[in-house]
């Protein structure tokens, strides 16, 4: 069993849908939540970074954690042909050192038509 | 502020042959990261540097790869020989702040590499 699950879609929405991301993972170790946005040729750049359960609003997105579930989610509100990308979920756990690798999912690529 | 840059940004080599890659991080950051994605599959951890010290190489897949980072400012990843299976997108990533919290992780643009 991997320990990050990601539906890698693709997905394609209408301007102004409502976008849900998902990921599930496996081990309870993991404390830390963060979602990238990659788009195409370039590298991942952090969206939203949550650390306990429940949501984290930034704008049109929401990030959701549900530790007990061992699942996270993405909420893209209005969304936007320049949301177009792929969205990756990445997890780390708590060492006690300098910096820590994350884990991550294999991203869902989004579309949204105007 | 420059953000992480990677070169080169593609490199098409022969099986067999040596590759040098390339990461300048944000300049002050102490941690420096590589990661690598093979087509179809997710990012994964190579390894974790905190100035000129390897903290974490439990991701390096074999003893062909060599990273370096001499001075603690920019890293090289070099691949000697090269296998058909080291294709792929190699990310550098780094953060500012060690501890016991994660940090932001800023990544680059990544350099992709094709073995022929």
């Known amino acids: 069993q991997k320990e990050v699950e990601q539906d890698p879609g693709p997905l394609s929405v209408p301007e102004g849908a409502i976008v849900s991301l998902n990921c599930t993972y496996s081990?309870?170790?993991?404390?830390?939540f963060m979602w990238y946005r990659q788009y195409s040729r370039k590298g991942p750049e952090l969206l939203m970074y949550?650390?306990?359960?429940g949501n984290k609003e930034d704008g049109r997105f929401t990030a959701q954690v549900d530790k007990s579930s061992k699942y996270i989610s993405l909420f893209i509100r209005d969304s936007q042909p320049s949301d177009s990308a792929t969205y990756l979920c990445?997890?780390?756990?708590?060492?006690?050192?300098?910096?820590?690798?994350?884990?991550f999912g294999k991203g869902t690529t989004l579309s949204v038509s105007s | 502020e420059a953000g992480v840059t990677q070169f080169p940004s593609h490199s098409v080599i022969e099986k067999g042959q040596t590759v040098t890659l390339r990461c300048d991080p944000i300049?002050?950051?102490?941690?420096l990261y590589w990661y690598r994605r093979v087509m179809g599959k997710e990012i994964k951890f190579l390894l974790h540097f905190v100035k000129e010290s390897k903290q974490d190489e439990s991701g390096m897949p074999n003893n062909r790869f060599l990273a370096e980072r001499t001075g603690g400012t920019y890293s090289t990843l070099k691949v000697q020989p090269a296998e058909l299976e080291d294709s792929g997108v190699y990310f550098c990533?780094?953060?500012?702040?060690?501890?016991?919290?994660?940090?932001?992780?800023?990544f680059g643009p990544g350099t992709r590499l094709t073995v022929l």
């Open positions: 990533a780094s953060s500012s702040r060690g501890g016991y919290r994660t940090d932001t992780q800023y």
């Open positions: 949550t650390y306990s359960s």
């Open positions: 990445a997890m780390s756990a708590l060492v006690l050192q300098a910096g820590t690798a994350l884990i």
């Open positions: 300049s002050g950051h102490d941690n």
């Open positions: 081990n309870s170790a993991f404390q830390y």
